[in-house]
């Protein structure tokens, strides 16, 4: 059994899909502090109308300390409508927008009050468009315990994890042998940047998954690698 676990991003980029697709779970860390300072949680990169990359940013209304699964989605402004016209006015001329627009645009339109729900109806609405078909997760629900990689090791022993995959940057804090003390293998996952032809100029490395999805359609799956390498090689 392989797990993955990730807090639930906005929009998140390709590599976090092509970690989804190596997993049979996947969890989205709702319990965890949303980071402090701008971060990917509530906003992420697309296209621009030139050569650059512009910020989709959620507004939302957080405090210090405060769990990603407990911040809610500000509405003083009608960032739903320009987001969607953001949406329009760059990707209209790909190929697959119609077929994309038309499955995301119903959950913008829906009212929610908290960020990380939104953020996980997205995720899970765009991982069934491509055919990714592990099962889904909250940490909240799980009650796990400990901090750091005793709580992902905690999360992954209560899935029958034999096989926990994280992303390059875990490796700063996760301790391989801790996790093989628990039986479970810390395998780790570096997505490789396959460029694909983008709208308006050369490519742009990480951006939303979106991107891909207009340009590509289902086809994006292709651009998610089943392939991964064990920790420390």
Known sequence: MKVAIHQPNYLPWRGYFAKMRLC???????????PQGRNFCYRVEIRGHQQDAMWLSVP??????????????????????KH????????????????????VEPVYKRHFDKLSDLNIELIKLIANYMGINCQFYRSSELAPVGVSDDRLISIATMLDACIYISGK?????????????????LMVYEYPIWEYKQIHG???????????LF???????????LFISESGQ
């Not at 940057?169 to 293998?185: A, E, H, R, S, V």
């Open 84 to 103: 969607l016209n953001s949406l329009k006015t760059i990707y209209s001329k790909c190929k697959y927008f119609d077929e994309v627009f038309h499955i």
């Open 169 to 185: 940057g875990g490796q700063k804090y996760q301790n391989p042998q801790k996790f093989l003390d628990n039986k479970i293998k």
């Open 24 to 34: 049979d779970k996947f969890v989205f860390l709702d319990d965890a502090e949303i």
């Open 215 to 225: 340009h590509l359609g289902k086809d994006t799956i292709n651009l998610l690698p």
């Open 202 to 212: 050369d490519f742009i490395q990480k951006l939303s998954i979106i991107d891909a």
């Open 60 to 81: 939302v209304n957080r405090q210090t300390h405060d769990l990603i699964k407990d911040v809610y989605i500000s509405y003083s402004e009608d960032w739903v409508k």
